[in-house]
């Protein structure tokens, strides 16, 4: 699917975070606690560099103008904003020992989803509703 270009950069980190949520719930099944724990700690040590920062880039770039819109497109800002705070959550509980397979597999659940519901509802809504700047905001911040 052709992405407008300010959306390129996202579209490529959320095809990282689809590979990233799938070894998530492959390793979650597999119910080895060492696993999970390791996969948990990896997580950590890179979610303020690489999630938190791509949260904070949508957040700033899309759901600010998304939360002064009406519709669908405002309700879709609003519970991916959410969404991301839930991740914030379980990245603290990994951080602070909780590293159950259970958690790394709602990580993992989680992360596709929401991902799926950007590419696959935001992103067009994007495209469409955006005007011309708007949209260049998203490539500036990203």
Known sequence: MKRH?????????????????????????????????????????????????????EEAAIFSITARMNGRIHELGRQLAAEHDRMRELAKLMAGGQTSCDLLKEFGILLRDHTRLEERELFPMLEQQFTTEQMEQIGTMT
């Open 5 to 57: 270009e300010q959306l390129v950069k996202l579209s490529r980190e959320h095809h990282q975070s689809l590979r990233l949520a799938k070894k998530c719930m492959d390793i979650a099944a597999v119910q080895d606690g060492d696993r999970c724990k390791a996969q948990c700690e990896e997580i950590v040590a890179i979610f303020d560099q690489e999630w938190d920062r791509h949260f904070r880039n």
